[in-house]
């Protein structure tokens, strides 16, 4: 079994920053797609980004926000810029089992905790 850890969600004023990490156990776990999502309060789970050998993003934080990985830590991040008030969720982290990079939380296999994060105005 995978295990994600995740880290850095916090409390940000709207413009701030918050840089998300997602650390997984296993030698090749971080080598699998592994995306970001957030579910907010009365919401469904959305799609935020995703990295494998290349990277995609919603249109809702196209611009703002930078999924990269880092193989030696085996930890993907996800860099959050110019937050706004409608990012406030709690963010997960997920890999997939095959090589392909979606945006539906069903092809998912292996789930973070979530962090949460707030952003004011």
């Known amino acids: 079994q995978v295990q994600l850890v995740e880290s850095g969600g916090g409390l940000v004023q709207a413009g701030g920053s918050l840089r998300l990490s997602c650390a997984a156990a296993?030698?090749?776990?971080?080598?699998?797609?592994t995306g970001w999502f957030r579910q907010a309060p009365g919401k469904d789970r959305e799609f935020v980004a995703a990295?494998?050998?290349?990277?995609t993003y919603a249109d809702s934080v196209k611009g703002r926000f930078t999924i990269s990985r880092d193989n030696a830590k085996n930890t993907v991040y996800l860099q959050m810029n110019n937050l706004k008030p409608e990012d406030t969720a709690v963010y997960y982290c997920?890999?997939?089992?095959?090589?392909?990079?979606?945006?539906?939380?069903?092809?998912?296999?292996?789930w973070g905790q979530g962090t949460q994060v707030t952003v004011s105005s």
């Open positions: 296993g030698r090749t776990a971080s080598n699998y797609p």
């Open positions: 990295i494998a050998w290349s990277t």
């Open positions: 997920a890999t997939k089992l095959s090589w392909n990079i979606s945006p539906h939380a069903s092809e998912y296999i292996y």
